[in-house]
């Protein structure tokens, strides 16, 4: 174990002992009574240990929901032939050798008896008039004829298929006038049974294309005697193709059979049950309940009020609490895990969260009303923000089961926990300040009718509008409370979050000035690139505010030496002209690196860093190594890749994606004329090279992510480079 992983351990730990004490504290401190229990519910800490009076078995009605639903999924599902296709199938079959005979059926001329010209083509003047029977010829089609009338009709069917069956036909005419052996009408039957034989085991719609497929990779050995192995072969496969052409799917699910196996595997499974024996502990105190122990409990009649709850087992139960909170963010952050500073952030929340509990029981001694003033939303705007969507549900666990500590109010309970998860929704996908402070007003909306209706259901109609206006202010309270600790707590970890992402976002930020006044052409790229990467991320639901943020600064580095970089060479000669390309890679090279210097000197965040490190990954720097390979076929390769990293998210592989594929873009269109087709081709090509380089690897974007980037990226460019119609007169 390496030193900063053990300092990094040591230090959670002692976040952890910390918030453990000062939760405690906070729950106990200034309390004049022990507060009375609250009664078991279905996950949350028992407020006490039960232990049954007397034998008693309950059904589990999860578990047994559980074992039917597994009993349904093991069912088989039930399949039905229709018989009707395997009709088909041979009709379409025989008709095409009926239309193969057709085809090359001999047609019946006439013929001059002397010259063996067709009656037609002999002289009027040459004919004579006499009774005479003019002597008739079977003159069979060609076989180019042949072939193009039945290719007309089956134009799906390969060439050597017709021509192999045709040529068949045509010998078999041939040997019936000879006495020779016949095989077209047994290669028909054959085929039929072929045919048949298949769709006797049924056929699948997703099985066809992989049964014609073996069908005519691996032909079926047919009855031919006397053929040679060569001619064998060929009338094999041109058999094999006709039946490959005509199979058609005809097996398909019995959904209501199988819908019935279903149900009666289900009802056979007999119920989960759970037995506690006299004097056995049901649950015990702080540990969480679960659906069968509170059934247990209500069924034996063991609610009965506590006479005293001391402080200790309140600070116990706190620290119960913190605990469970952080072994569910070490299970479902990881991320947030591995950064000490997070883990304390989380722990100063969890402090927060039980200092809040307190509020109720402080302002609402005769106005219980007051008590929905209890600042619940805030920590879901901080937690939602700070961290993500799932560590600000996390948060409502110890939100509503402090406040069910220090207060013991059921309504009081349910409306901290849902208040803490309401913002979520709200602030996760926020991309402006404007959205922000909606936010804050829609939450106040959301609490005042969730406070009314608790107010009404726990305590009757008395408070219950007194209790809604309360619950909406508080609400808008609580939202204005957390921006404006945003800032704060933002600076204080440096975290990035959406407000953070905001401001890096403005024009008028230092470092986007910088490259604006030293490389306005690059400013220009970094501003497209960043509008490409923001709806591409908006198109696989990644963090779109991220993405265009990481994208305007990702060329940062460009601003120490502008000129050597196309975008800025407006009306200059290119340096690179008077370079080999190892010192032009080289110098390529260095923007990286000079970005990363330059973000730390601008104080750029580690995730919008990412931008400048990742953009190009380790691909090669294809203008100046093929530039090389002119000059020395040898060139190694390595020396012309990039000294970055492979993206390691989504929105660094999309900001990848949206640099190369604008540039090539820009290229593209400075040679020939914009049009879908080939702006379409530029994006499908870079995408495939970064893809057959590696380059995308290491990122979590799938196939699927990858499609809908590809579609973003192609609307988006063709929008910007449409086309526009020409001025008259202008410019003369």
Avoid: C
């Amino acid at each position: 174990m390496s030193a900063a992983t053990r300092r990094a351990g040591l230090v959670r730990a002692v976040v952890l002992i910390v918030t453990i004490g000062v939760v405690a504290l906070a729950l106990t401190t200034g309390r004049a009574e022990p507060a009375p229990p609250l009664p078991p519910a279905v996950g949350q800490p028992s407020p006490d240990t039960f232990t049954a009076t007397e034998p008693i078995t309950v059904v589990d009605e999860e578990a047994t929901a559980a074992a039917r639903q597994r009993a349904r999924n093991n069912v088989e599902t039930v399949y039905e032939t229709d018989p009707d296709v395997t009709r088909t199938v041979d009709r379409d079959i025989e008709l095409f050798f009926e239309r193969a005979r057709n085809a090359a059926a001999p047609v019946v001329a006439p013929v001059d008896p002397e010259g063996g010209v067709p009656a037609e083509e002999v002289p009027d003047d040459e004919v004579g008039t006499a009774t005479t029977t003019v002597p008739e010829v079977a003159f069979p089609p060609a076989i180019e004829d042949q072939i193009a009338v039945l290719q007309e009709e089956y134009p799906l069917y390969r060439l050597e298929t017709i021509a192999t069956l045709l040529g068949v036909v045509n010998a078999d005419y041939l040997a019936e006038l000879e006495g020779g052996r016949l095989y077209f009408d047994s290669l028909e039957e054959q085929a039929v049974t072929l045919a048949n034989g298949i769709l006797a085991d049924g056929i699948l719609t997703g099985e066809l294309p992989t049964l014609k497929n073996a069908l005519v990779q691996a032909p079926t050995r047919l009855i031919l005697p006397g053929l040679e192995e060569d001619a064998r072969a060929d009338i094999e496969s041109a058999v094999a193709e006709v039946v490959a052409e005509n199979l058609l799917p005809n097996r398909r699910t019995d959904d209501a059979a199988t819908e019935l196996k279903r149900l009666e595997a289900a009802d056979a499974e007999p119920d989960v049950v759970v037995s506690y024996l006299a004097g056995q502990t049901i649950v015990e105190e702080g540990e969480l309940v679960d659906a069968v122990e509170l059934s247990a409990i209500l069924d034996l009649d063991l609610l009965e009020p506590t006479e005293e709850v001391r402080l200790e087992a309140l600070a116990v139960s706190g620290a119960s609490i913190v605990l469970l909170s952080i072994f569910f963010l070490w299970r479902i952050a990881k991320d947030q895990w591995e950064k000490p500073k997070l883990v304390a952030l989380f722990g100063i929340l969890l402090v927060l969260a039980a200092t809040a509990a307190r509020i109720p029981e402080i302002i609402a001694t005769d106005r219980p009303e007051l008590g929905f003033l209890i600042p619940a939303a805030a920590l879901g705007f901080l937690a939602a923000i700070l961290f993500n969507p799932r560590a600000a549900l996390l948060m409502a666990l110890p939100m509503g089961a402090f406040t069910a500590l220090a207060s013991g109010d059921l309504a009081l309970t349910v409306f901290a926990a849902a208040a803490t998860v309401a913002p979520v929704p709200l602030v996760s996908a926020a991309s402006s300040r404007t959205s922000l402070r909606l936010a804050v007003v829609a939450i106040g909306a959301v609490l005042a009718p969730l406070g009314g209706a608790l107010a009404w259901y726990f305590n009757g109609t008395d408070n219950a509008l007194s209790s809604a206006l309360v619950a909406g202010g508080g609400g808008v309270v609580a939202g204005v409370l957390a921006l404006g600790a945003l800032p704060f707590l933002e600076n204080l970890f440096n975290i990035t979050t959406t407000l953070t992402l905001l401001d890096l976002t403005d024009r008028n930020h230092p470092a986007l000035r910088r490259i604006e006044e030293q490389a306005p052409g690059s400013f220009n790229h970094s501003i497209l690139v960043g509008t490409l990467a923001g709806r591409a991320a908006r198109a696989v639901g990644a963090n779109a505010l991220l993405a265009q943020a990481a994208a305007y600064y990702h060329d940062l580095g460009k601003t120490s030496r502008p000129l050597f970089f196309i975008e800025n060479q407006f009306g200059v000669s290119n340096p690179h002209d008077e370079l080999t390309p190892e010192q032009s890679a080289e110098i390529i090279r260095e923007h990286v690196t000079e970005g990363l210097r330059l973000a730390k000197q601008y104080r750029l965040p580690d995730e919008v860093t990412d931008g400048i490190r990742m953009h190009h990954g380790t691909g090669i720097m294809r203008f100046f190594y093929h530039k090389a390979l002119g000059q020395d076929p040898g060139s190694d390769p390595e020396a012309f890749r990039h000294t970055g990293v492979k993206p390691r998210r989504k929105e660094m592989a999309i900001l990848m994606l949206a640099d190369a594929t604008e540039g090539a873009v820009r290229s593209l269109v400075q040679n020939e004329d914009p049009n879908i087709d080939n702006i379409s081709k530029a994006v499908d090509q870079v995408i495939a090279e970064k893809q057959e380089d590696g380059q995308l690897d290491e990122s979590s974007l799938t196939f699927g992510e990858l499609t809908s980037v590809r579609s973003a990226l192609v609307d988006s460019l063709i929008g910007y480079y449409h086309t526009r119609i020409p001025y008259p007169g202008f410019p003369e």
